[in-house]
């Protein structure tokens, strides 16, 4: 996180505390005591963000702090530029492979990173998802079809399902590898799905998702739904139970450059499409900025 983002961390942190005075202590008990919980739903923007709370601006135009615990449950999902690709990132896709020799026999079209998650219940399907390896695609996803259940006009095979099945070469099987990415680059990358090395050919217009259980690909701006519980006394203050986070901007994305006159000269990157991430503990580089001359 940015020094500024920090401070405004702090600074609105130390606002709300404050106004936890003897007085609005003692209401927080009487309202308690008499069932002053209540059920709060907030929506809006995220505008900073660390590992225990997060700030939003509602839809109302109010500044709202959510807590977070152990007990609480956060999901972000985005999308991501190629370029965001990068060694020792966590990633999960499907893609066929040979039966016979192991080597995938098709280009990966979509992926997505992610960040192991710490739950101490999963089920079979979710630890697979969380565990390096190379599984059966039907596994993961379910989409074994169920022989008891007898085809309706709406389950018939589509022409559109026969084009699916038909892109995985023959003598192949469609597997979800879950791997961590060791070196990419020209089109190629080599990932380690467990123990299992393997050397992929990544389409040109590889579709990126990006997906986490904390905030550490959270960015200021980007959309924020939040279920939770607060005291009456403080609707300022929520314990958040369950936290959705979508992303407002693609990660990774070089940002588009801005005209300034009519002289034709290109002026700095729109400051709006930077991508500065709010997380604690992950804050942007600084690069030099288009049309200003470096210093040799």
């Known amino acids: 996180m940015k020094k500024n983002t920090y401070q405004l961390v702090l600074c609105l942190s130390a606002l709300f505390l404050s106004q936890s005075t003897p ?7 009487q309202a308690a005591a008499t069932g ?73 079209k979509e992926i997505e990173v992610f960040r192991p998650v710490g739950q101490r219940r999963m089920t079979r399907e979710q630890m697979m998802e969380q565990t390096p390896g190379v599984y059966p695609a039907s596994m993961i996803k379910g989409s074994k079809p169920d022989e008891k259940k007898k085809p309706t006009a709406r389950s018939a095979k589509k022409p559109s399902d026969e084009k699916a099945t038909a892109a995985v070469p023959v003598g192949s099987e469609d597997c979800r590898i879950v791997a961590r990415i060791r070196m990419i680059g020209q089109g190629k990358a080599q990932v380690l799905a467990g123990n299992i090395p393997l050397i992929l050919t990544i389409s040109q217009d590889v579709a990126v998702k990006v997906s986490s259980g904390d905030t550490t690909f959270c960015m200021q701006g980007d959309e924020v739904s939040v279920a939770g519980l ?16 979508v992303g407002a901007k693609q990660l990774g994305a070089v940002p588009e450059l801005t005209d300034k006159g009519k002289d034709g000269k290109t002026g700095r990157a729109d400051k709006r499409g930077s991508k500065e ?20």
Do not use: C, H
């Open 36 to 108: 002053g919980l209540e059920i709060a739903e907030v929506k809006g923007t995220l505008q900073a963000a660390s590992a225990d709370r997060l700030v939003i601006k509602t839809e109302e135009g109010d500044d709202v702090m959510v807590m977070l615990d152990g007990r609480s449950k956060l999901t972000y999902s985005g999308t991501a530029s190629p370029v965001f690709l990068s060694p020792g990132a966590w990633v999960r896709f499907n893609v066929p492979i040979d039966q016979k020799t192991g080597v995938p026999t098709a280009e990966v």
């Open 277 to 296: 991430n709010v997380a604690d503990g992950n804050s942007s580089k600084k690069t030099n900025q288009p049309g200003k001359p470096t210093k040799n």
């Open 23 to 29: 007085d609005s202590v003692m209401a927080q008990d």
């Open 230 to 245: 607060r005291n009456a006394a403080q609707p300022q203050l929520v314990q958040g139970q369950t936290i959705d986070i």
